[in-house]
């Protein structure tokens, strides 16, 4: 069965860091992309940024908010992508997702159940 499972959210104060992880099981890793994405109550869906797990096809794309804060990678031994979240602010509240694409932006096969993260101020 195909699951995705994130981790790693929690309530944190404005101006620290949490690191979210998404492990992924079912379906060949390497073939697909993992996004992360966002949404909170009343708000559009997000994408919050992408990277690349094809050989001979890395890259990475972040959204305009978040760029020099959230840091995504993977370990694909592992099957494991993480988002590093630094300097959080009010606003990154909102649950978070893992999702896999075949390339970043063509459209996620599979989703996570989410974790939410809550940003005090």
């Known amino acids: 069965e195909v699951q995705l499972v994130e981790s790693g959210g929690g309530l944190v104060q404005a101006g620290g860091s949490l690191r979210l992880s998404c492990a992924a099981s079912?379906?060949?890793?390497?073939?697909?992309?993992i996004g992360w994405f966002r949404q909170a109550p009343g708000k559009e869906r997000e994408r919050v940024a992408c990277i690349s797990n094809n050989i001979g096809t890395s890259y990475t794309v972040y959204a305009d908010s978040v760029k020099g804060r959230f840091t995504i990678s993977s370990d694909n031994a592992k099957n494991t992508v993480y988002l590093q979240m630094n300097s959080l602010k009010v606003e990154d509240a909102a649950v978070y997702y893992c999702a896999a694409e075949r390339l970043c932006g063509l459209g996620p096969h599979y989703w996570g159940q989410g974790t939410q993260v809550i940003v005090s101020s």
């Open positions: 079912g379906f060949t890793f390497d073939d697909y992309a």
